[in-house]
């Protein structure tokens, strides 16, 4: 993930969870270590956008939702898949199998975190790094059919979240899914954060 993706990121989850709206530009570059031209640029664009409000050092969330639009648009889910695999078991059974260390996504991540699940889904996404994806192989080797297990990248940052993808990460991963109960998904998770 870039480092903008993951500055924005963090700006959302303190907000979603924490609803810290406030923030200094040397916080953010100093947590994610990253240069302050680099928070800067992050910025920019949600600036432009009205997602926040920049003055001096600081600078000021107004607009979580539009902030979510934002990034769910400009990231590309796809390019961040480093293994698929067509398993013959339910999406359950699958998530069951996983090995430790690897962090859900997408409706996993939904349906673990809520409990809950708005819509039968039979595809299963997951973040891991180099050894978790190579347990991953093992336990769920190639063979030919339909994918429905995707591993996607993990950056440095995501484990601090946990073994679930923080919520808006889960909500740009659901908006970039085609599957038909992918709306179904985002609209629920829309709900649970926005109505905070």
Known sequence: MSKKEQIWREILQ???THRQFEFTQK??????????????NA?????????????????????????L?????QRKMEKYIIYRAAVSASAKEI???MPDGAIFGAYSAYSQKYNDAPADYDKVYVYADAPVLAEIKKRFPRRTGE????????DRRLKAFGLIAPESQIFCDL????????????KSLKERIISR
Request: charged fraction near 25%.
């Open 147 to 154: 994918p429905n297990l995707f591993v996607l990248k993990s």
């Open 175 to 186: 908006w970039n899914l085609k599957d038909w109960y992918a709306k179904d998904f985002l």
């Open 95 to 97: 998530e069951g199998m």
């Open 14 to 16: 303190k907000a979603i």
């Open 69 to 73: 639009y934002i990034w769910a648009t």
């Open 43 to 67: 910025l920019k664009v949600l600036r432009a956008q009205g997602a926040v409000k920049v003055g001096g050092r600081n600078f000021l969330v107004v607009d979580i939702e539009k902030l």
């Open 27 to 40: 916080d953010i570059a100093d947590n994610l270590k990253v240069s302050l031209s680099t928070v800067f």
